[in-house]
């Protein structure tokens, strides 16, 4: 079973409609974040959680709301989608008690905005 | 603000030739990862590198960092068409948090 996983793979709606995408991690690791993907971009951090009381902003947070249910579950929110909100989102995790802090990618969640 | 700049963006290659992508930061950092992406697929590690001077092979590519410089380098000797892929580099200026380039794609032609 993989180590992180995104539920849905695949979505499509209708400007305006709540989304939820779901992350969750079986690593232990403490550390969960969440991007987004546009073609020809790298990632941009969304939001970020060191553990299950601390939520921080990333560089692009407007329009997006997260909620740390558990170390292993991650949620990200769009409220109200847009089409701009179209795009590959990721979820990844990391150990902090490893020097490296590698992060470690979920397979990702299309989400089609129309 | 960390700014991490690649170069190229766009890399087409023959298979057997040598090649260097560049990844340049604006800030100075302690841990610089390099990442690849398949087509419609996740992103995978492939190097972290952890100081000044480092150096990190694997296979045919090889990574180093200039701390100096804020440069790293990825560096593909000998290239073969599984390589085709899209390279990140990413940045972390405060613990945990990284900043990604736009990425290199690499196209590798027999």
């Known amino acids: 079973d993989a180590d992180v996983t995104q539920t849905p793979r695949n979505r499509i709606t209708k400007t305006g409609k709540r989304i939820m995408l779901e992350c969750s991690q079986t690593?232990?690791?403490?550390?969960m974040y969440w991007y987004r993907q546009d073609p020809g971009l790298g990632l941009r951090l969304i939001y970020y959680?060191?553990?299950?009381?601390?939520?921080n902003k990333g560089e692009i947070s407007d329009g997006y709301s997260v909620s740390r249910q558990a170390q292993a579950k991650f949620s990200l929110s769009l409220e109200s989608a847009i089409p701009n909100q179209t795009a590959l989102y990721f979820c990844?995790?990391?150990?902090?008690?490893?020097?490296?802090?590698?992060?470690?990618f979920g397979p990702g969640t299309r989400l089609t905005v129309l | 603000e960390l700014k991490v700049e690649q170069n190229p963006l766009f890399l087409s290659m023959q298979e057997g030739k040598n090649y260097t992508i560049y990844c340049n930061y604006s800030?100075?950092?302690?841990?610089l990862y390099w990442y690849r992406q398949d087509p419609g697929k996740s992103l995978e590690s492939l190097f972290v590198?952890?100081?000044?001077?480092a150096v990190k092979q694997e296979g045919r590519l090889m990574a180093s960092l200039d701390t100096k410089a804020r440069l790293s380098t990825l560096h593909i000797t000998a290239a073969v068409h599984d390589l085709s892929a899209t390279y990140f580099c990413?940045?972390?200026?405060?613990?945990?948090?990284?900043?990604f380039g736009d990425g290199t794609t690499l196209t590798v032609k027999p």
């Open positions: 990844a995790t990391s150990d902090p008690g490893l020097r490296t802090d590698t992060q470690y």
């Open positions: 690593k232990g690791h403490d550390r």
């Open positions: 959680s060191f553990d299950v009381k601390d939520i």
């Open positions: 800030t100075t950092s302690d841990r």
């Open positions: 590198l952890l100081s000044n001077g």
């Open positions: 990413a940045v972390a200026l405060n613990a945990g948090k990284s900043t």
